[in-house]
């Protein structure tokens, strides 16, 4: 059973869960947006983007971002997925990360894109 994210309840009254898939979608949201120090059992977990958002968007912003990123995903999904490529694009005050994985368990390729307004 995974717990979907973010915590909701489900129509019929009980806690919503959904499908490895989609948990592991939920899990890579999780990290990206957790700042290290966040979380008081796991003082490491995160990837510090939230600490980037307000650096000029530049083309070594996104490099180190994606450097950064891969080795979070890596470090903390590796058991649950294989990264396949992780693209940062900054535009004006928005970075947009893209992360392409391979699902360990299935195989199942799969993609997820999210955003950050500076």
Not at 73 to 87: F, H, N, P, S, W
């Given at each position: ?114 955003g950050v307004e500076g």
């Amino acid at each position: 059973m995974n717990l979907d994210f973010p915590y909701r309840i489900s129509p019929g009254g009980r806690t919503a869960v959904t499908g490895d898939a989609d948990h592991v979608r939920d899990l890579i949201e999780q990290l990206l947006f957790t700042s290290p120090g966040e979380r008081v059992n796991r003082p490491d977990f995160g990837s510090g983007l939230r600490q980037l958002v307000f650096a000029p968007a530049s083309t070594e912003l996104a490099a180190a971002l994606q450097f950064t990123l891969q080795g979070a995903l890596a470090q903390y999904l590796g058991d649950r997925i294989e990264v396949q490529g992780v693209a940062v694009t900054t535009e004006d005050s928005r970075l947009e990360i893209t992360v392409r994985y391979r699902l360990v368990a299935t195989g199942e390729e799969a993609s997820a894109t999210f955003g950050v307004e500076g």
